[in-house]
């Protein structure tokens, strides 16, 4: 039963005095109100004072064991008298709520005398080692202290009528009894921050009698350096074997020489030669025979390779190799190939008429081509162009050699030649008297050679040709190829070079039956014949034949400079020739 503070007795659950009306509501410290009688705030939970206006009574904190600093062995050896005697202040919590004002009444009696809380429980001993000693001295536990009897607490107190204040409950639950550790020390590294942040320092002797865990020893780690150091040396040494292996791949397919065999004199000739349909000279009766070809070494020449565009009984007719890293060539199905040497060939454009017979390149990007038909393709922008007619006439054509990218000249079977300029293609008559013109080369746009199969030359000066002249009568000439306007080599089918310089010709036995010929600079030359050999001409002679591919027909030639030329065979095999 409770009161009012007028000292009306109040039932449990009631909000005011029956007698007076006084509000006999009890509140927490947070300011909720609860009815009377009763022990815990109906808002919060929190533990109420016995009567209207008591302050709640806060057990005290059970002290904190910290374990963030020092070793477990301190923490060990010391005794619970230690902690006994540290007490550990409640947090502070919210001002209570005031609460309405109240109407004084009677003094209550003197506050009951706080129970102190019991002393905390003894820490549990530790195992002992398995080996034999002495037994080790635990401490013994320290008695609990009474608990504090709830009911005898709100007993009134005699004489007064009013209820004593009763004290808060204890609201700990009894922990079962935990088996006693074994001692372990940290594996953490010492001076390293744990869990929990903070450095712990296990630098302290293990205490006697306890037994001791075996600390986990870290496998030695390899470091991280070293073994990038390997990653990167090894990733070198494949890039090295790698460079080595496509320089000597490199050295194989575009070797070099370092001197040219020079030629012997050659036999004086009585009369004329017959073509020979081996690809050498032949004597006829009362005709003394020319110096024979002997094989001999082949330096800067590198071994025959199959092109592999190149299929079936497709033969490449012309190659030209405006640099020495691009080359183009043209075969009789009627295929346009290109190639960066020593690298492969590739199929870039084809013409559906087929029968290419000449192709020529000013530069990487500009180049034309001609088939037997009389169309041309033309490759401009990096694209090339659909067949076109040029040839209009009755023959077929022979030659083409295009000095820019703006002039081309192309000659035919009948005597007639096209000039491509930026009108378009012009076309002029030569004056052959019935030859057929058989090459063309130019220098530039105001200087061309023109050979037919007479041994007549005609010469183009910019707007027109000259007549024929007989330098080399009797005799059909296979190819020509100008350096400069002042030096051009033309080669017949009886094994003859004739040599054009400053104005002047001279015809001489060449050694061998040459196919085509190529000069790329003055005084310079290189010719191939149908038995696998090449000779070159330097410093005013021919050299001896060499032979570089075999018994095969080399057929096409082009040299980009003195140093670097390709030739391709009729079975479709390229050698290249590159001076070291």
Not at 28 to 53: D, I, M, N, Y
Not at 560 to 579: E, K, L, M, N
Request: glycine letters at 10%; a neutral charge.
């Amino acid at each position: 039963m409770s009161t009012c503070r007028l000292g009306h007795s109040v039932s449990p659950g009631m909000e005011s005095c029956p007698e007076c009306g006084a509000d006999v509501m009890v509140r927490c410290t947070q300011g909720h109100a609860s009815r009377a009688g009763e022990r815990f705030c109906e808002t919060c939970g929190e533990f109420l004072p016995a009567e209207t206006g008591q302050a709640v009574t806060v057990a005290a904190a059970v002290p904190a064991l910290e374990y963030s600093t020092g070793s477990f062995a301190d923490f060990i050896a010391t005794t619970g008298d230690y902690y006994a005697g540290r007490v550990v202040p409640a947090p502070p919590g919210p001002e209570p709520w005031p609460g309405p004002e109240l109407v004084p009444g009677p003094e209550l009696g003197p506050e009951p005398e706080q129970v102190p809380e019991p002393e905390p429980a003894p820490e549990p001993k530790l195992l002992r080692e398995p080996e034999p000693g002495p037994p080790p001295v635990v401490p013994p536990p320290r008695p609990a202290s009474a608990e504090p009897n709830a009911a005898a607490s709100a007993a009134p107190v005699a004489g007064t009528g009013t209820a004593r204040p009763a004290q808060p409950f204890d609201l700990r639950l009894p922990a079962p009894p935990s088996p006693p550790p074994t001692w372990r020390s940290s594996a953490k590294p010492r001076d390293k921050p744990g869990p929990d942040g903070d450095v712990h320092h296990d630098a302290a002797p293990r205490m006697p009698g306890a037994v001791r865990v075996a600390e986990p020893t870290p496998a030695p780690r390899r470091p991280r350096r070293s073994r990038v150091i390997a990653v990167i040396t090894a990733v070198a040494a494949f890039g090295a074997g790698g460079t080595a292996g496509a320089l000597a791949l490199h050295r194989h397919y575009a070797a070099g020489i370092t001197a040219l065999p020079a030629r012997p004199a050659p036999t004086a000739r009585t009369g004329q030669a017959s073509p020979a349909a081996s690809g050498t000279s032949a004597a006829s009766p009362g005709t003394a025979a020319s110096t024979s070809a002997q094989p001999a070494s082949s330096p800067g020449w590198s071994s025959p390779f199959p092109v592999p565009p190149v299929h079936g009984s497709a033969v490449v007719t012309a190659i030209s190799c405006p640099t020495p890293t691009a080359c183009y060539a043209a075969d009789s199905a009627g295929t346009i190939l290109s190639s960066t040497p020593p690298g492969g060939w590739r199929k870039v454009a084809t013409d559906a008429a087929g029968g290419l017979v000449a192709i020529s390149c000013a530069t990487i990007s500009s180049c034309v081509a001609v088939d037997h038909s009389g169309n041309a393709l033309v490759l401009a922008s990096g694209t090339w162009s659909r067949p076109a007619i040029v040839d209009t006439g009755t023959g077929a054509f022979t030659a083409l050699s295009c000095p820019t990218t703006t002039f081309c000249m192309a000659t035919d079977s009948s005597g007639a030649a096209y000039a491509e300029t930026p009108t378009g293609w012009q076309r002029s008559g030569v004056g052959t008297g019935g030859a057929k013109l058989t090459g063309v080369s130019c220098a530039n746009t105001a200087f061309c050679m023109a050979v037919d199969n007479r041994g007549g030359v005609y010469i183009y000066r910019g707007t027109s040709w000259t007549r024929a002249s007989a330098i080399d009568a009797g005799h059909r000439f296979i190819a020509v190829s100008c350096a400069t306007q002042s030096f051009c080599v033309a080669v017949d089918q009886a094994g003859n070079a004739a040599v054009f310089t400053g104005g002047y010709w001279a015809v001489a036995p060449l050694g061998t039956t040459a196919l085509a010929v190529s000069c790329p600079a003055r005084g310079f030359c290189v010719a191939t014949n149908g038995t696998g050999g090449v000779v070159a001409y330097q410093a005013g002679q021919w050299s001896r034949v060499s032979i570089v591919d075999g018994a095969a027909v080399i057929g096409s030639l082009s040299c980009a400079s003195t140093t670097f030329c390709v030739a391709i065979d009729q079975r479709g095999q390229v050698v290249y020739y590159r001076p070291e």
